[in-house]
């Protein structure tokens, strides 16, 4: 066993109804004033003004920062540091998918440190704490609010930059199961899938320890368990806490074992095409986990039974079951089966190739990748 170092600085508050208990953590904090970060999306179904409500009634002064694009740019985090220090806010809410999440955790960085998004890029660039952060995941899930790392597109070159910090790690993560309970399908599909690759990822990675793979089989167990009976019926209340708590550890364990070659593609077809990073994930999996098969030592069998539909598996057991029923997967909730379904482009591939490698992603996953095997795995998945 190799050496390692597992750490949550957070507090983590789970419950159907406990996004109320918001005033009651920002008074912990002993915050007067707040920046909320969120998304016009999450404005017009009513959860902005729930919040800002909500805190209003407390005593505590509350701004909105919403102008978020999906695969959120420098632009909206400069954005978001001039609100942030014009009104005066001692924290930050991040209320939201990924998009809010990554803006909230640079902002923090930007607004204590100063810069831009790019001083910090890489692997622990941050010289010291942040504004405390309180993240309400409003998707299962991207694992945000409990991980390091913020993805922030620069709108020039389409480059996904990813920064990976400890004090980037949110100090309340509140978990509201009645938040993902109206989800449109298609996102609760994308979201499910890619907090399952976080699980899955992490059990594979070459970074992965006895306590990741504890949330990372847990997380696969609640997620693979009830994602068909979710997408089926978000206001499935059990299927909803399953799958918001899956998506945690999830998070929790690829925050500390980092992830693979999935990740590592995915970020170049949302940089360059603005394909959901959760769809961009899904349709490389069963591409990846086919190529990976080479270096399983086993797990693939456990995997395979956090997720089959069928019995479970025996010792006739082939890593190409597994592929199969990952594909199967995708087909049942609805996640196309190519890249060029989604509108990806040959002519791309050498540039993203090029983004992908620079991915620390690439380094964790079980098999060892050149260049020349990411081009062939982005041409197979096209
Ligand atoms: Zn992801």
Redesign the pocket.
């Known amino acids: 066993m190799k050496e390692f170092q597992f750490t949550i600085p957070q507090d983590v508050i789970f419950g159907k109804g406990s996004f109320d208990r918001l005033p009651e953590i920002l008074e912990k904090l002993n915050c007067k004033i707040v920046l909320l970060v969120s998304d016009p999306g999450l404005q017009k179904v009513g959860l902005v003004d729930r919040a800002t409500k909500l805190i209003r009634e407390a005593g505590i002064q509350c701004f909105e920062f919403l102008d978020i694009q999906a695969n959120p740019t420098v632009h909206n985090v400069n954005e978001a540091v001039k609100a942030f220090n014009e009104c005066g806010a001692e924290s930050i809410i991040a209320l939201g998918g990924g998009g809010p999440m990554d803006v909230a955790k640079a902002t923090g960085l930007i607004a204590t440190h100063g810069g831009t998004v790019i001083d910090y890029v890489g692997l622990e660039k941050v010289p010291g704490p942040v504004v405390p952060m309180v993240a309400i995941p409003t998707t299962a899930g991207?694992g945000s609010e409990v991980t390091a790392s913020s993805v922030i597109t620069d709108s020039e070159t389409k480059f996904k930059m990813t920064v990976i910090s400890r004090y980037l790690i949110p100090s309340y993560a509140l978990l509201d199961p009645d938040l993902i309970m109206t989800l449109p399908a298609g996102i609760a599909a994308a979201c499910g899938v890619?907090s399952f690759?976080?699980a899955m990822e992490a059990y594979l990675s070459k970074m992965g320890n006895p306590f990741t793979d504890a949330m990372a089989e847990k997380a696969m167990e609640l997620i693979g368990g009830n994602i068909r009976q979710f997408v089926a019926s978000r206001d499935n209340a059990e299927a909803a806490c399953n799958m918001m708590v899956g998506s945690n550890l999830a998070g929790v364990a690829f925050a500390s074992a980092l992830l693979g070659n999935i990740?590592a593609m995915s970020h170049p077809i949302s940089g360059f095409f603005g394909v959901a990073?959760?769809v961009a994930?899904a349709i490389l999996m069963p591409t990846i986990v086919e190529y990976n098969a080479l270096a399983d030592n086993g797990r693939y069998r456990k995997i395979y039974d956090y997720v089959t539909l069928g019995k479970k598996s025996d010792d006739s057991f082939t890593p190409d079951m597994l592929v199969g029923e990952l594909r199967r997967l995708n087909q049942d909730l609805g996640i196309p089966d190519s890249l060029s379904a989604v509108g990806v482009t040959e002519d791309k591939i050498p540039e993203m190739v090029t983004d992908a490698m620079k991915s620390g992603n690439i380094l964790r996953n079980p098999r060892q990748s050149t260049g020349k095997d990411v081009e062939m795995l982005y041409r197979k998945a096209l």
Do not use: L
């Open positions: 991207t890619d690759i976080h990740h990073h959760g994930n």
